[in-house]
């Protein structure tokens, strides 16, 4: 079955700084992986999927989220952090259907100035 | 603009009692899925419709149950309401496979 674990609830950054947000999946089946990110009393917006094509990412904002394999591993990182950053960030992995999207429990970004 | 729309955004309502939620899909999207968003917690997968049949549910009771219309809008009924079931729910449509999420209608139940 799929799963992701997405370690820290909560990462605190300064503007400028490096966002690293760590996710973790589990498959049986090539993953299809997705970070989304949803802002105060929103829904969630897609910032970038993996697919099984490059294994380097690139986002919406500047986001990019590289696919390593061999650490099971979908980690989100942005260079250089901006107040708007600040959200719950959310990882998903595809169920093996192809029907539904498992999410980890989510990581809220703070970011000050 | 994602183009899924949700009513009603707030509703409260009382144990035992039952709800209906709504979503009008993207512009030629053929699939509708819920999801259920607990206070501090990842979005939980409720079911999924392709032109109007259910095609894939999550772990909820049969209390839960859904519509898919010809115009590919979509409802979320729950019956017998439990306090556990307040939460914000979420509606995704899509069609090649991409969610477009829409905002979410918040569910208190007392």
């Known amino acids: 079955a799929q799963s992701v674990t997405q370690l820290g609830s909560h990462v605190s950054v300064s503007e400028g700084a490096l966002v690293l947000l760590r996710c973790n999946y589990s498959?049986?089946?090539?993953?299809?992986l997705f970070w989304y990110v949803q802002y105060p009393n929103q829904g969630l917006q897609l910032l970038l999927k993996?697919?099984?094509?490059?294994?380097l990412v690139k986002g919406i904002n500047g986001f990019e989220a590289e696919f390593k394999k061999s650490e099971t591993s979908f980690h989100l990182t942005k260079p250089s952090a901006h107040m708007s950053d600040a959200a719950e960030y959310f990882c998903?992995?595809?169920?093996?259907?192809?029907?539904?999207?498992?999410f980890g429990k989510g990581t809220t970004l703070s970011v000050s100035s | 603009e994602t183009g899924v729309t949700q009513s009603p955004t707030h509703l409260i309502k009382t144990r035992g009692q039952q709800v209906t939620l709504r979503c009008s899909s993207q512009s030629g999207h053929n699939t509708v899925s819920w999801y259920q968003q607990a206070l501090g917690q990842g979005p939980q997968f409720i079911f999924q419709y392709y032109r109007e049949e259910e095609n894939g549910r999550g772990n909820f009771p049969p209390r839960f149950s859904g519509l898919q219309f010809p115009n590919y809008s979509s409802e979320l009924n729950v019956n017998a309401l439990e306090l556990d079931d307040s939460a914000l729910y979420l509606c995704?449509?899509?069609?090649?496979?991409?969610?477009?999420f829409g905002e979410g209608s918040r569910l208190t139940v007392l």
């Open positions: 998903a992995v595809r169920n093996q259907a192809g029907t539904a999207l498992i």
């Open positions: 498959s049986s089946v090539p993953p299809y």
């Open positions: 995704a449509s899509s069609f090649t496979g991409e969610l477009f």
């Open positions: 993996y697919t099984s094509a490059a294994t």
